[in-house]
Structures are given as C-alpha cells and as structure tokens.
C-alpha cells in the first residue's frame, strides 16, 4: 500500500497568512503506511531550490504526525515559506514514502519593531459613536505583491478600493486589551491599481469599549476608539513602499452611528457611505484623526481561524397577535438577521431578537435582566432610520442569541425567500458525528452542538444574549466534549493564553476570561475579586491543558501553560494551610487540616435543579463548601503532577504527587463516613466528584457507589447536579457498573432531565434545567453549553469510542447500546478518522469499525476484549447474550 500525507497545517492552521510564532509546529495526516519517522524541508520558493532552502530536520525517529517544531534559521518577517514532508514505516524495508505535495505559510510583524503605522483615533475627546477612517495613496504601476497589517481597538470593518474584504468577520477576536490585540494580515496585490487608492476602515464599540458582562459595563479597556494599518507594497522595479496609519489619514461619521455588540446597532439609511469609500471622496463631519498616546500593549498575529459567517439558515415569517411581522428561523443561535426594509425617509424600523415567545405569541423581551440598565434602553435591538426606499439590512457590529425576530417599522411585507439567519461563530472544523436508532438523542447531540457553535465566537462564552463572558467553569466542564466536536485545538488554546496573561500575581484567576477589566478601570470589580478564589473555575488552568493533552496529543500547550497551572495548585496549597470558619468548630484532623480548603469564595456545584443563584450564593458564602473546594485541589494537584512527569519535571512530578495524596488523605478523613455510603453533604454531585477524581480508598467506593444510585432512585431517576458535575455523573455511573442507571437518567422524560428540554422545543441546551416558570414565561438564558456536556458520554459510551493514549494513539471500543438497535459514530483524530457503526437486535450484534494508520484500538464487548490493528473490520457476536466475537473479517 503507498503511503499518502495530506492536510499539511502550521500551528493548526491551513496555509497560515500572518503568523508570529518564530519557530511554528507542522502536523499533517497520514495513510497507507504508518510513521515511525519523518523529513521536514523548509524553501523560500516553491521549487525547493538549493539556493532558496531554509531548513531540513533530516530524518526523525517519531510516530506522532503532529506537534513538530520549526527548528532552522531564524524566520524573518513578511515573507512566505514552502514546505513539505515525507515519511517512513521502518518495520517495512524500503517504505519510504515521496515527499508530499508542498504547502505553504506565511510570517507576519515577527518583531515590535516591524511596525511603523501608528495607533489613531478621533481628533475629538470625548469621542462618541462609530468612526470611519480613510486614506489614499498612489501607485505608479499595479504591485507584485502587497499586503496589510491591520488592527482596532473595538470592531473594525476594512475596505480597499471600495471592496469590503472583512465581510461578515467579526475582528479582532477578544483578548486582554491591556496585553495584547490581534492584528489580521490581509493578501490586497489583487486590489490595487495604478493611481489612487482608497483605504478605508470603520471602527465600532466592540469587545473594547461595548458592554461586557452581567452588568452591561461599558468602557471595561477604554474610551477611545482606534485603528492601525500598515500596508507593505512590493512593486515591479523591485521597490518598496510603506503606507501606514498616522495623521495623515481622516476620520468622520457614517451610516453607521452606534453599534453595540450587545445592544444592536443604529443605523440611518439617508447617509450615503459610497462618496467615502470612493477616490477624492469624504466622510461626514470629515476631520484630523489624533495618534493615541503610547500602550504597552502588544500586537499579535492570529492563532485561531476568525470569526465569521459558518451558516445560513432559512426563515419563515408569521404575524404576531400585535400585528408584528414575525421570523421563526427554527433554530437558537448566534448571529443576525438579513432582511428587506422599506418605508418613508426619516421613518424608524426596530428589528428585535429573542430566544423565546411568550405565551400569547409575542417576541419575549423580558425573559433576561440585564442589572443597570433600562429594559427600553437594552435588549437585543437594531434600530434603523429609512432613507425612503427599499434595502436589504444587515447589522456590520452586533450578534446576538436568537431563534424569532419581530420585524416593526417596515412597510415591506417579507416572505420567506426574503429573510436568512447569518450564523456567526469562529470557523472551526465539526470532527464528530452520531447518529442512532432513537431521534430524541440525536437532537440532543445537536442541541450540544448549536450551543457550542453559539458560544464559540471571540472567546468560549456562557451565552451569547445576556453576559457573554468567557466563565472558566463553563469551559472547563465542557472542554472534552468541545475536544470531541470541532478542531478545537488551536480555539482553546489561545483561550489558555488569555488566561495566563490575566492570572494574578497570587495564582487566582478572574472567572472570566478575559476578565473585562484593565488598568483603564478605576474601580475594582467586586465579583471578579470574591470570584477569582473559586475552584472548578480557576481549576481551568490545569484541567484544560490536560484535556487538550488527552484528545489531541499536545504537549506543547502542557509546557505553554505549565506555570498558569502550578501557579493555581500552589495558590490553593497556601489556601489550605489558612483555617477557615467552616471547619474552625469541628474537631480537628491534626496536620491534615493543612490540606482542606476552607478559605475564600467557591461557586459550589452551581445550578442544581430547583436551586436559585441568590440560594445558592447565600451558602457559598457561608460555607465556603470545603468539601467541593478540597475535592478539585486533590485532584488538580495529582494532574499538575502527571503533566509534570510528561514534561519532564521530576522534581515537580514527585511533589504534587505528594501534594495530591496528602490532600485526598485529608479529603477522606473529613468528608468521608460511613465507609463512603455518605460523602460530604450527601448529595449526589458528591458521589459524582469523589468517584470521578479517583478520591476514595477501594473500600469506601462500593459505598459510594450505592448512595449514588439510592439518590438517584430517591428522586425518581433524575439528576440532582449542577454545573460542575453533570458532565461526570453518566461516566461515573458507567464505569461502576450501573449503565442501567445512567441510561435511565439520560431517558427521564421529566423535568429535570435533557429529554424534558427536547420536549418542549429546545434546539440548544439551557442555562437551567427548568427553563419556564409555572406561569409559561421563559427565564434566563436557552443556550448554554456547559450541561451539553453529556455529548461526550454519547460519544464515549454509547458509540464507546473513548482515547487510551493521548490524540487516540490508542484507543478503546466499547458501546453502551441500551435499547438502541443502531448506533453510529465518526471521529477526525491527529491520526485520522476512526468510525464504529453498531447494529443490535434478537440475532446479535454487529460493529464496523474503522482503525486509522498509526493506531490500534481495544474492542470490548462484556468479556470479550481484544485488540485490532488499522485496518477496516467487521465484528459478529451471535447474540446479545453471547459476549463473544465469532468473526473478523479485515
């Protein structure tokens, strides 16, 4: 069989344009043959001429098809770089495969100092509203190759030459303002002209000075829009030339004069923005532009693929008892109508959004509160002035969540044909599927699935209506499943970055990340201070990382993120070694008190079903919940240690191991009785913590196991979890022998359950598990991720395709079918793609598995177990009794 390599990327990414990273990591993906080594050459042209060689690595001993970094002459800035691989299968005499077809990358502002453009803004303090700069500059003959380094303090839109070549991108992603900010990297040598040419940017609130956060705050990084451009030109004589921003450009006003990512935008249609964008053209209230004052802040390439439009959905328009135009697209999500208005000059058309309906058939506006603002003043609106005749409309600076939008104002009637949702989120790559004999769990897979397409745009958020933040809780429960969905490798890892960079000095960590405060902010904030204390939130540093290592093989983020991590576990050993109020009455456990967190705020579980955040709250603070607390330090301390022992940090590796068991001993010894049959407060997500994080002595698991299924019973086989262990409850019940219990919670057709949600509709998860008052009304928020967490258990139980080894060097089959008669999976690993089809009915059972190159993988079916190497195969068990497999055919 010949080998073949395909899907070259560079730090994740597919022909990167504008990287910074000075020594890049290559993967690729292999068939045919498996890898035991590998040849990276590095050109500065296409051919891989003598001459134009940069770098070759010679041949590697390594099986991994990924995680290799760039280790040749120092890489230089704006330049584009060739490369290729090619491999060997050294159990096979001669098997060396040709060299891959070549790909491509291309370095951006490697150094500080390759910047010559200039941050600028309105010459007007204070500034208010949308700005629109421009420029122009002549060529004298079309260029060989140009491109533009461009960046805002708020969203930007950028046009060259009248085209817009941002479109429906959402940019710069969000990041801590105060450290750094994106910079796009854009190819132009095709839109430039001998002459004049027009540059033009808009500049809106964004995540920069928009409102962030539960409470709406405006200004989180500062007051003053701004925008950096540099546009290198290489002509046909050879020559150079640099147009950057400075106070050469102008600024002015538009048809665009406010636009909040949270509270829509106002438009007025009568402002014509074609003489701006035209050559000799000028803006409204056209004036200087002023150049800020010096940042420390820092420009950085992208990492992750943008923000953008990744779907469109079909609308279809009704009329509301009101008389209101109403667009039902089906579907929760994030994003924003497109749609046909018309209507007198000077006439105002609202555009609202919404999750819900209330009762009677309206848009649901009051369903969210938003603390500080005016009801009038703040849900999801776009308002737009009518210039008299006919337009399609959309938003340029504001998303939402929404599934109905309520259309007043307009004198167009819309039909179906005429409305589309715009779904917006980053542009990641779907790597899973499912599907199986019942549909109810096939829409609960996609409602896990839309909530993560929701809430994955500049950063992970808890929702896209009303907070909006990046909650590290959320992630952090909700990271496997997100690592088994979509390529989310490069996503989360720049996520850890922007968690490293606003991590205090003590170790604690803002829960949210970014933590939408900055140095611009007086105040302290008094959330993000109780907050940052808060385990199973701050645990993200550690848990995080782990979980990239476990799906995608990643060691580098281990290392990239090992000082945020030990930082954490450090800041909760001293924490310990404090006595707090909650333990100060109790008897004493001698020396291990130093190892039970009882100090400082903890969220707790959060959101247990019929449980308010006010009731909730009252006992976090009371308690301090050490028993959850002391749960997440034993166990990120044993992680710490493991990713100490892959990095090779010995040292650290048999500390935190001793870290770890001195915490577990102190666990058990105030938090155990009984002989594990009553854990903590003795509620299930107890159970669920103590056996998922390995805590408990052998003996005391039985116990435990017991209670768990005794709670489960005692509330009619439901859950009783909140956020932090919902995503481990099935797995823990699985794994102790109780499949029947944990197929009977996920089957719950009552509340609370995930079937109850489908059952009234839902197309995302919610934020609750009720999700309705008794009086109908919807309450708080219907997308959020992190109990869609269950997908994983879907995914890793029912198809039973679950990683032994890191990036599923390894991995295991073994299904929990249940009632099912068929159940199908797929999954896009760093070495390849592995699918298991199971088909179950009175004659037997039957798998069709397929084991990529480079892998093996363990079959397990009640007794029988063995192990396959690649290869495509079909596995015969005579009857669903009879555990044994009868055949194999390869």
């Not at 020594?23 to 040849?39: D, M, T």
């Not at 909530?451 to 909006?468: G, K, Q, V, Y």
């Not at 009234?760 to 009304?777: C, H, N, P, Q």
């Amino acid at each position: 069989m010949s080998a073949r390599i395909s899907a070259l990327r560079v730090d994740d990414l597919v022909t990167p344009l504008g990287i910074d990273s000075p020594a890049p990591l290559f993967s690729w993906e292999v068939g045919g043959i498996a890898q035991s080594r590998y040849e990276i050459r590095v050109s500065s042209d296409e051919e891989f001429s003598p001459v134009g060689e940069v770098w070759r690595s010679g041949w590697v001993e390594d099986f991994r098809p990924f995680g290799h970094r760039y280790a040749g002459p120092e890489l230089i800035s704006r330049t584009r770089y060739w490369w290729k691989v090619r491999i060997s299968d050294d159990r096979l005499e001669g098997r060396e495969s040709p060299w891959s077809d070549a790909s491509w990358f291309e370095t951006g502002q490697l150094h500080e100092r390759d910047w010559s453009g200039q941050w600028i803004s309105d010459s007007r303090s204070p500034s208010e509203g949308t700005l629109y700069f421009r420029s122009e500059f002549a060529l004298d003959a079309a260029p060989l190759r140009a491109r533009a380094y461009v960046s805002a303090l708020g969203w930007y839109k950028f046009w060259v030459n009248g085209e817009d070549i941002t479109g429906s991108d959402l940019v710069p992603r969000f990041t801590p303002f105060d450290e750094y900010v994106e910079y796009q990297t854009y190819d132009i040598t095709r839109l430039l002209r001998p002459g004049l040419n027009v540059l033009n940017v808009v500049v809106s609130e964004g995540r920069f000075r928009g409102r962030l956060g539960p409470h709406s705050k405006p200004q989180r990084f500062g007051d003053r829009l701004g925008m950096i451009a540099q546009v290198e030109v290489e002509k046909p004589d050879g020559g150079r030339l640099s147009v950057n921003s400075d106070r050469s450009w102008t600024v002015g006003s538009g048809r665009i004069t406010y636009a909040d990512p949270k509270f829509g935008e106002r438009a007025d249609l009568r402002v014509d923005d074609a003489a701006w964008l035209a050559s000799g053209g000028t803006a409204k209230d056209e004036r200087a532009v002023a150049v800020l004052p010096t940042h420390p802040r820092r420009l950085i390439a992208e990492e992750v693929e943008r923000v953008t439009r990744v779907d469109t959905l079909q609308g279809h328009v009704t009329t509301t008892p009101r008389g209101l135009q109403l667009i039902d697209f089906g579907q929760n999500f994030n994003g924003y109508a497109r749609l046909p208005l018309n209507g007198p000059a000077g006439a105002t058309a609202i555009i609202r959004y919404s999750e819900v309906l209330t009762p009677d058939g309206e848009l649901d506006t009051e369903y969210l509160h938003f603390p500080g603002a005016k009801r009038e003043d703040w849900f999801q609106r776009d308002e737009v002035i009518l210039s008299g005749e006919a337009v399609e409309y959309a938003p340029s600076f504001s998303v939402r969540g929404f599934r109905y939008v309520s259309v007043e104002g307009s004198t167009h009637p819309l039909s179906d044909e005429e409305v589309e949702g715009i779904v917006i989120s980053s542009d990641l790559v779907q790597t899973a599927t499912f599907s199986c004999s019942d549909p109810r769990l096939e829409r609960l897979w996609e409602n896990s699935r839309w909530s993560m397409i929701s809430n994955f745009a500049d950063t992970p958020t808890d929702c896209p209506t009303r907070e909006r933040s990046g909650w590290t809780g959320d992630i952090q429960v909700f990271g496997p499943t997100a690592a088994i969905l979509a390529d989310t490798q490069a996503y989360l890892r720049r996520y850890l970055r922007n968690v490293a960079a606003d991590q205090f000095d003590d170790g604690t960590v803002p829960p949210v990340i970014p933590s939408e405060t900055s140095s611009f902010v007086v105040e302290k904030d008094r959330m993000l201070e109780m907050a940052k204390t808060s385990v199973g939130w701050g645990d993200v540093t550690v848990m995080l990382p782990w979980t990239l290592y476990r799906y995608f093989g990643d060691t580098d983020v281990l290392e990239r993120q090992y000082d945020s991590a030990r930082a954490w576990v450090e800041f909760l050993e001293r924490r310990a070694q404090a006595r707090g109020v909650a333990r100060r009455f109790r008897r004493g456990l001698g020396s291990l008190e130093n190892y039970i967190v009882d100090t400082g705020f903890n969220w707790g579980e959060w959101l247990r079903p019929g449980e308010s955040p006010a009731s909730q709250m009252a006992g976090n603070l009371l308690t301090g919940r050490p028993e959850v607390a002391t749960a997440y330090f034993a166990h990120s301390a044993r992680l710490l240690s493991e990713m100490a022992g892959v990095l090779g940090r010995d040292e650290d590796h048999e500390r935190f191991a001793l870290l770890a068991r001195r915490a577990t001993e102190a666990y058990n010894a105030a938090f155990v009785r009984r002989g594990g049959s009553r854990i903590g407060a003795d509620r299930q997500d107890d159970y669920v913590r103590a056996l998922a994080f390995d805590l408990l002595a052998p003996e005391s698991k039985p116990g435990a196991v017991s209670r768990l299924v005794e709670l489960i019973e005692d509330k009619g086989g439901h859950l009783d979890t909140g956020f932090l262990s919902t995503a481990l409850l099935l797995p823990v019940l699985s794994d102790n022998g109780h499949e029947d219990i944990a197929w009977k919670v996920l089957l719950n057709p009552t509340s609370p359950s995930w079937l109850a949600q489908i059952e009234r509709g839902a197309t995302t998860i919610w934020e609750t598990w009720e999700g309705y008052g008794s009086d109908g009304r919807a309450n708080d928020s219907h997308n959020h991720y992190a109990f869609g967490s269950v997908t994983r258990w879907l995914q890793e139980y029912v198809a039973g395709i679950r990683p032994l080894a890191p990036g599923y060097r390894t991995f295991l089959v073994s299904p929990s079918l249940g009632d099912l008669t068929s159940v199908r999976a797929s999954l896009a690993t760093p070495y390849g793609a592995i699918s298991a089809h199971w088909e179950q009915a009175d004659s037997g059972r039957t798998l069709h598995l397929v084991v990529p190159v480079g892998t093996r993988a363990e079959v397990a079916l009640g007794d029988s177990r063995q192990w396959v190497d690649p290869g495509e195969y079909t596995l015969s068990w005579p009857s669903a009794a009879d555990t044994t497999a009868r055949s194999v055919v390869a």
